[in-house]
C-alpha cells in the first residue's frame, strides 16, 4: 500500500513539474542543463528531462512488480533526486538572463556575423606578424613575433569554438 501510495506521489509530481515547465518546453539551451550522473539525456529541452524522469518512474513500477528491491531502493532515490533537480530548474529559470527563452534567430545571426569579422580581423593579424618574422633580422624579434603568432592561433581557435557553438545555436532556432 505504501508503495502504491509513494508511486503514486511520484507520478503526481512529475505532471505537476510538466505543468510548470510549460512555458520553457521549446527553449534550448546552450549546453546541457544537468550533471551526467543525474540525467542520461544530453539534449538541452527540458522535457526531454522530464522524459527521462517519466521513463525512470516506468523503471520503478516494473521493479516494484517483480520486487527487485535493489533496483527500487536506487531507483527511487535517483529519481527524487532528478525531480528535486528539476524542481530547482524551473524555479531558477527566471534568473537566467543569458539564457533567457527565445532569444531571437537574429540576434544569433549578428553575433554570428561579429565573430566572424573578428575572426577575419584575427587572421589578418597573424598574417602580418607572419610577414613581420619572414622579413626580422634580429633573434628577440623572432622570438616576440613568434609568441604574438602564438597568441593570436590561440585566439582564433577560441573565435572558431565560439562560431561553432554559434551555428548549433542557429540549426536548433532553425529546425
Given at each position: 500500500?505504501?508503495?502504491?501510495?509513494?508511486?503514486?506521489?511520484?507520478?503526481?509530481?512529475?505532471i505537476?513539474?510538466?505543468?510548470?515547465?510549460?512555458?520553457?518546453?521549446?527553449?534550448?539551451?546552450?549546453?546541457?542543463?544537468?550533471?551526467?550522473?543525474?540525467?542520461?539525456?544530453?539534449?538541452?529541452?527540458?522535457?526531454?528531462?522530464?522524459?527521462?524522469?517519466?521513463?525512470?518512474?516506468?523503471?520503478?513500477?516494473?521493479?516494484?512488480?517483480?520486487?527487485?528491491?535493489?533496483q527500487?531502493?536506487?531507483?527511487?532515490?535517483?529519481?527524487?533526486?532528478?525531480?528535486?533537480?528539476?524542481?530547482?530548474?524551473?524555479?531558477?529559470?527566471?534568473?537566467?538572463?543569458?539564457?533567457?527563452?527565445?532569444?531571437?534567430?537574429?540576434?544569433?545571426?549578428?553575433?554570428?556575423?561579429?565573430?566572424?569579422?573578428?575572426?577575419?580581423?584575427?587572421?589578418?593579424?597573424?598574417?602580418?606578424?607572419?610577414?613581420?618574422?619572414?622579413?626580422s633580422?634580429?633573434?628577440?624579434?623572432?622570438?616576440?613575433?613568434?609568441?604574438?603568432?602564438?597568441?593570436?592561433?590561440?585566439?582564433?581557435?577560441?573565435?572558431?569554438?565560439?562560431?561553432?557553438?554559434?551555428?548549433?545555436?542557429?540549426?536548433?532556432?532553425?529546425?
Amino acid at each position: 500500500m505504501k508503495t502504491a501510495l509513494l508511486l503514486e506521489t511520484l507520478q503526481n509530481q512529475l505532471i505537476a513539474l510538466r505543468a510548470q515547465a510549460t512555458p520553457l518546453m521549446g527553449h534550448a539551451t546552450l549546453k546541457p542543463r544537468f550533471d551526467r550522473q543525474l540525467f542520461r539525456t544530453r539534449s538541452t529541452l527540458i522535457q526531454d528531462y522530464l522524459a527521462e524522469a517519466q521513463h525512470n518512474l516506468d523503471e520503478l513500477r516494473h521493479a516494484v512488480e517483480n520486487a527487485q528491491q535493489q533496483q527500487v531502493a536506487w531507483l527511487a532515490e535517483h529519481l527524487a533526486e532528478q525531480i528535486t533537480a528539476l524542481h530547482r530548474e524551473i524555479a531558477a529559470w527566471p534568473l537566467r538572463a543569458w539564457d533567457s527563452p527565445s532569444p531571437g534567430l537574429g540576434k544569433w545571426q549578428r553575433k554570428r556575423l561579429e565573430n566572424q569579422e573578428f575572426e577575419r580581423r584575427l587572421f589578418e593579424m597573424k598574417r602580418e606578424r607572419e610577414a613581420r618574422l619572414n622579413n626580422s633580422e634580429t633573434l628577440e624579434e623572432q622570438q616576440l613575433l613568434m609568441r604574438e603568432i602564438s597568441a593570436l592561433e590561440g585566439r582564433i581557435a577560441r573565435c572558431r569554438q565560439a562560431l561553432d557553438e554559434i551555428e548549433r545555436v542557429i540549426e536548433r532556432l532553425t529546425r
